[in-house]
């Protein structure tokens, strides 16, 4: 008896929903992604280190990434819940006429209230 009867060996499913993936899957996986990308920046950083006086171009490329994958790390994990799979569909067709305009009930209008007092 398999330990994890629940799991099966076969591919996943086709998805058939345009649901978005799960709060909790896609904060985990925007979470890895800027790890990975912090520890490459870290690498960049050891190399800068270790290649600065030696091979100035390589120290210098290196602390180009290290300057630059933090910001680049920022973004690609704060742009993750918003998207969407798939392509969107257009919220009014294009070459559609506008739709007529609805003519509403008129409103009774009072005038003025007079000061009759006096």
């Given at each position: 008896m398999s330990?994890?009867?629940?799991?099966?060996?076969?591919?996943?499913?086709?998805?058939?929903?345009?649901?978005?993936t799960g709060l909790t899957q896609d904060l985990r996986v925007r979470q890895?992604?800027?790890?990975?990308?912090?520890?490459?920046?870290?690498?960049?950083?050891?190399?800068?280190?270790?290649?600065?006086?030696?091979?100035?171009?390589?120290?210098?490329?290196?602390?180009?990434?290290?300057?630059?994958?933090?910001?680049v790390a920022v973004v690609a994990a704060q742009a993750g819940w918003r998207q969407q799979r798939g392509v969107r569909p257009a919220l009014t067709p294009a070459g559609d006429e506008p739709h007529a305009r609805v003519v509403l009930e008129p409103t009774l209008i009072l005038p003025p209230e007079r000061n009759t007092a006096g």
């Open positions: 330990p994890t009867p629940w799991r099966r060996d076969g591919p996943r499913a086709a998805s058939i929903t345009r649901a978005r890895r992604r800027y790890i990975v990308a912090m520890l490459v920046r870290t690498a960049c950083v050891v190399v800068m280190a270790l290649t600065w006086n030696r091979w100035p171009a390589v120290g210098v490329c290196a602390l180009v990434g290290g300057v630059v994958i933090p910001y």
